[in-house]
């Protein structure tokens, strides 16, 4: 599996309550599925983070494009795969 690092903007400010609270569920699926690792918001509260393990961009991308954050219009995104080289993000 390869690693991707997923940043978020919050153009308006912090997504709203019930859009944060389903892209939470989003999150815990993804995360008992072993496809995130860890994810988070930026304490200046314009956006966040997150790191997945899939097999592909493109992957990463669809999981994001249909995500709570970006179909409210409250959020946008980039993808970056991520070439670790100290560390581990094996859970």
Do not use: H
């Not at 940043?7 to 019930?18: A, I, M």
């Not at 599925?33 to 493109?58: H, I, K, N, Q």
């Not at 669809?62 to 670790?84: C, H, K, M």
């Amino acid at each position: 599996m390869k690693q991707f690092v997923v940043t978020l903007e919050f153009p308006g400010g912090p997504p709203d309550q019930k859009v944060g609270a389903a892209q939470g569920v989003l999150l815990d699926e993804l995360y008992d599925a072993g496809t995130l690792v860890l994810a988070g918001p930026f304490v200046d509260g314009r956006g966040g983070m997150a790191v997945l393990r899939c097999d592909s961009l493109e992957q990463v991308r669809d999981i994001y494009q249909d995500s709570p954050l970006i179909r409210s219009g409250q959020a946008t995104f980039r993808v970056r795969e991520w070439n670790v080289v100290r560390g581990s993000v094996q859970q």
